[in-house]
């Protein structure tokens, strides 16, 4: 069996306080995707996901760095490779900025898609 490093999540509410001590966001969404809806944090690094493995380098390796995403899934991809890459203070968001929003934290643009009546938050455990 190979090696396998695992990697560590956090849920939106943990990465509000990452980001008020001074976390960077890495949005991987794509372009199209961050001009709809965008988190309004300080600490923002939008690299989307199709330039990635060429941009990377870009994250230091000095702070504490959530990845994020639309639901989760492409975020999960990218701090797998990161951490593989060397990277040690580097974390998951579950469930990207449909929780995000979901939760009510600040974004700009619209936030429609991620309201809608099927909130995965209405029941309880969910941070």
Not at 10 to 18: E, G, K, L, R
Not at 74 to 102: C, D, K, P
Request: with cysteine.
């Amino acid at each position: 069996m190979e090696n396998q490093t695992l990697v560590k999540e956090i849920c939106a509410t943990t990465t509000q306080q990452w980001i008020k001590e001074g976390a960077l966001l890495v949005d991987v969404r794509e372009k199209d995707e961050v001009v709809q809806l965008a988190f309004d944090v300080p600490n923002l690094l939008p690299i989307p996901l199709s330039e990635f493995e060429e941009r990377y380098s870009e994250i230091p390796k000095d702070i504490p760095v959530v990845m994020v995403c639309k639901s989760g899934g492409r975020s999960l991809r990218a701090t797998g490779f990161l951490v593989n890459q060397g990277y040690e203070n580097v974390v998951n968001m579950q469930h990207g900025i449909i929780r995000w929003v979901q939760k009510g934290f600040p974004t700009t643009g619209d936030a429609s898609f991620a309201t809608g009546s099927d909130s995965c938050c209405t029941s309880s455990g969910c941070c």
